[in-house]
């Protein structure tokens, strides 16, 4: 009971995390952005060492060691608050998800714009990319016809 109300406050501050993480995405607070990655990192780190301590302890229990064995275990323990604890943990699990899909979406974006800015900044060559002989690649321009005579 007690690694089931560890592991609902790590989501709860996995929760924050993300919409913090979403809210400097929208601004493209970068230097933010690097702050909560080192955070999060950790914070998803200890949740599954409490997931791993969870299965193991269902295991032990003969419930087995999947998520699905939590109906089980909740059933047989009579602990009337593990069942809300669970449902709880499973939505806020849903909302987690659907929190990194999008902040997925407005990296990519981010992303993206990143992208068409550096290819705005490079140069457009004509040249043509081949391999000289000694296995490097060169550049040959378009070469212009002189007509001597």
Do not use: C
Request: aromatic content about 4%; overall charge negative; hydrophobic content about 40%.
């Amino acid at each position: 009971m007690s690694s089931l109300l560890q592991e609902q406050q790590a989501m709860t501050t996995l929760l924050d995390l993300l919409k913090q993480e979403q809210q400097h995405l929208v601004a493209a607070d970068i230097d933010a952005l690097v702050a909560l990655t080192t955070e999060k990192s950790t914070l998803v780190n200890q949740m599954a060492v409490l997931a791993s301590q969870r299965h193991g302890a269902l295991g032990a229990a003969g419930f087995g060691t999947q998520d699905s064995a939590m109906d089980g275990w909740i059933a047989a323990s009579g602990e009337a608050q593990a069942s809300t604890l669970w449902q709880q943990l499973l939505e806020m699990t849903h909302e987690a998800k659907e929190l990194n899909r999008v902040n997925g979406i407005l990296i990519n974006k981010h992303m993206s714009r990143t992208q068409g800015a550096l290819n705005i900044l490079r140069p457009q060559s004509q040249a043509t990319n081949f391999y000289g002989p000694s296995g490097h690649a060169t550049s040959i321009s378009p070469s212009r016809g002189f007509i001597v005579g």
